[in-house]
């Protein structure tokens, strides 16, 4: 892979270069205690600033700086107006150097990371790692893409309004997926779920002319963006029963995952997956679709498909040595995401379902409303018993009633009466909360305890 040196980098971000131009940096980071040896550390200003850990990131290895103002710190650096927009400039740069010839880019208020995986396994793309997707991932991503890439799948996040259409900037795209549009992040945006909406439409402006986006067809917040007159550079394609790409026959295979049909004017594609779930087999058939339409081969699409295994936190479930099952969805929550994994569970057979839910963050004045929601679907799902905490888990349980127990803190939760260790043997667990509230601390603690995990799918 060729990767640029000091010279050119300092000639790309327009900043003095002081030292070593020579210099080849292995990789970039803005972490000065993640980074690797020979990396270049680049000094954010951001929630913290990142000049305050110069001297820590030299010790843990890296070999030049992007700063805004001089250091006596022994390595070269380059000094630059504004690192951000460096960073920026680097990764749009390079992108541009050597851009694959597909550019994908799939965002959704959930199922982003999942379909991403799904697409860049169907089309032998390169993808930006875990959740590399807002304005710090994307670019540091991008700032060592390789130069032989043939496709590349990006995932853009947002917060508030804007953040995408910063990426799409930063990486024109070639063609894109919504997963959905729902409620994370909802505190943000003084428009409610219309201004999730135009965010999230800010990927569909970012496409170039001519290109194409996949929806799911009963989203109705997808459908409006289709129909926007700054949508209409693109082609939309929705999946559903009205429209000519359909998911048929789906049939749930429980640990062993789903499989279904997928169904369009040209083709007809029985397709397995392992992961499990019926939001999954949505997630696969928008990257199938999307795959299909920038052609690339549909053998290969299919076998992409069943490739993807559950990862930490997203999906894993883990079979417990006393009997039952643990659904780890620890990474993030959101209210949609809550209810499409207990669905997946109940359809498990196997003991009492049990979930154990942190709170979701930024849901702004609608908090109340949508804990106690979750906690009633819950209750309908078929779930015996609740436990959760966190700023409103005493809205989940409002919501959940009888057999419901809430905790301030994931201490109290772990050591109190009726927290963990009231979780019957055998049971069938689902674990879920905002990242905030660290809920892989619980599956720690169930994978730890006297429900010793003896095998994970």
């Given at each position: 892979?060729?990767?640029?040196?000091?010279?050119?980098?300092?000639?790309?971000?327009?900043?003095?270069?002081?030292?070593?131009?020579?210099?080849i940096?292995?990789?970039i980071?803005h972490n000065?205690?993640?980074?690797?040896?020979?990396?270049?550390?680049?000094?954010?200003?951001?929630n913290?600033?990142?000049?305050?850990?110069?001297d820590?990131?030299?010790?843990?290895?890296a070999?030049?700086?992007?700063?805004?103002?001089?250091?006596?710190?022994?390595?070269?650096?380059?000094?630059?107006?504004?690192?951000?927009?460096?960073?920026?400039?680097?990764?749009?740069?390079?992108?541009?150097?050597?851009r694959?010839?597909c550019?994908?880019?799939?965002?959704?208020?959930?199922?982003?990371?999942?379909t991403?995986?799904?697409?860049?396994?169907?089309?032998?793309?390169?993808?930006?790692?875990?959740?590399?997707?807002?304005?710090?991932?994307?670019?540091?991503?991008?700032?060592?893409?390789?130069?032989?890439t043939?496709?590349?799948v990006l995932?853009?996040?947002?917060?508030?309004p804007?953040e995408?259409?910063?990426?799409?900037?930063?990486?024109?795209?070639?063609?894109?997926?919504?997963?959905?549009?729902?409620?994370?992040?909802?505190?943000?945006?003084?428009?409610?779920?219309?201004?999730?909406?135009r965010?999230?439409?800010?990927?569909?402006?970012?496409?170039r002319s001519?290109?194409?986006w996949?929806?799911?067809?009963?989203?109705?917040?997808?459908?409006w963006?289709?129909?926007?007159?700054?949508?209409?550079h693109?082609?939309a394609?929705?999946?559903?029963?009205?429209?000519?790409r359909?998911?048929?026959?789906?049939?749930?295979?429980?640990?062993?995952?789903?499989?279904?049909?997928?169904?369009?004017?040209?083709?007809?594609?029985?397709?397995?997956?392992?992961?499990?779930?019926q939001?999954?087999?949505?997630?696969?058939?928008?990257?199938?679709?999307?795959?299909?339409?920038s052609?690339?081969?549909?053998?290969?699409?299919?076998?992409?498909?069943?490739?993807?295994?559950?990862?930490?936190?997203?999906?894993?479930?883990?079979?417990?040595?006393?009997?039952?099952y643990?659904?780890?969805?620890?990474?993030?929550?959101?209210?949609e995401s809550?209810?499409?994994?207990?669905?997946?569970?109940?359809?498990?057979?196997?003991?009492?379902?049990?979930a154990?839910?942190?709170?979701?963050?930024?849901?702004?004045?609608?908090?109340?409303?949508?804990?106690?929601?979750?906690?009633?679907q819950?209750?309908?799902?078929?779930?015996e018993?609740l436990?959760?905490?966190?700023?409103?888990?005493?809205d989940?349980?409002?919501?959940?009633?009888?057999?419901?127990?809430?905790?301030p803190?994931?201490?109290?939760?772990r050591?109190?009466?009726?927290?963990?260790?009231?979780?019957?043997i055998?049971?069938?667990?689902?674990?879920?909360?905002?990242?905030?509230w660290?809920?892989?601390?619980?599956?720690?603690?169930?994978?730890?305890?006297?429900?010793?995990?003896?095998?994970?799918?």
């Amino acid at each position: 892979m060729s990767i640029w040196n000091l010279k050119k980098i300092s000639e790309i971000v327009e900043g003095t270069l002081i030292g070593d131009s020579g210099v080849i940096p292995k990789g970039i980071s803005h972490n000065s205690t993640q980074i690797k040896k020979d990396e270049c550390f680049i000094a954010l200003r951001a929630n913290r600033d990142g000049h305050n850990f110069i001297d820590d990131a030299i010790k843990n290895g890296a070999s030049c700086l992007i700063v805004d103002h001089l250091f006596d710190a022994g390595v070269p650096q380059i000094i630059v107006a504004d690192t951000t927009q460096a960073m920026h400039k680097w990764g749009q740069t390079r992108l541009e150097a050597y851009r694959p010839s597909c550019v994908f880019g799939v965002t959704g208020s959930n199922g982003k990371t999942t379909t991403k995986e799904f697409l860049s396994a169907m089309v032998g793309a390169w993808k930006t790692p875990g959740n590399f997707n807002n304005t710090i991932g994307l670019p540091l991503s991008l700032a060592f893409l390789p130069d032989n890439t043939g496709a590349a799948v990006l995932e853009m996040g947002m917060s508030t309004p804007g953040e995408i259409r910063k990426l799409t900037e930063i990486a024109p795209l070639d063609f894109g997926i919504i997963t959905n549009i729902g409620h994370a992040h909802i505190e943000n945006f003084s428009k409610g779920i219309k201004g999730i909406t135009r965010a999230k439409g800010e990927l569909i402006e970012g496409i170039r002319s001519g290109g194409s986006w996949v929806f799911p067809e009963d989203d109705l917040n997808c459908r409006w963006i289709s129909e926007q007159s700054w949508a209409r550079h693109t082609s939309a394609l929705s999946i559903g029963p009205k429209s000519s790409r359909k998911i048929l026959n789906h049939e749930p295979k429980g640990l062993l995952g789903e499989s279904f049909v997928y169904c369009d004017s040209n083709h007809e594609l029985k397709v397995d997956i392992q992961l499990k779930g019926q939001h999954h087999v949505m997630n696969a058939a928008l990257a199938i679709a999307i795959a299909i339409e920038s052609g690339f081969n549909v053998q290969q699409i299919v076998l992409g498909a069943h490739s993807i295994i559950p990862e930490l936190g997203r999906g894993r479930v883990h079979h417990l040595a006393k009997g039952g099952y643990l659904l780890d969805e620890s990474y993030n929550a959101s209210p949609e995401s809550i209810i499409a994994t207990a669905d997946c569970l109940r359809r498990i057979p196997g003991g009492e379902l049990v979930a154990v839910l942190g709170s979701i963050r930024e849901l702004g004045q609608s908090a109340e409303f949508h804990h106690q929601h979750v906690g009633a679907q819950l209750k309908q799902l078929g779930f015996e018993h609740l436990l959760c905490y966190g700023d409103y888990g005493n809205d989940f349980a409002k919501g959940f009633g009888v057999g419901s127990v809430s905790f301030p803190s994931y201490e109290e939760l772990r050591d109190g009466l009726g927290g963990l260790c009231s979780i019957p043997i055998g049971a069938r667990i689902l674990v879920k909360g905002s990242r905030y509230w660290k809920c892989n601390q619980v599956v720690e603690w169930i994978l730890s305890s006297n429900l010793t995990t003896i095998k994970t799918s």
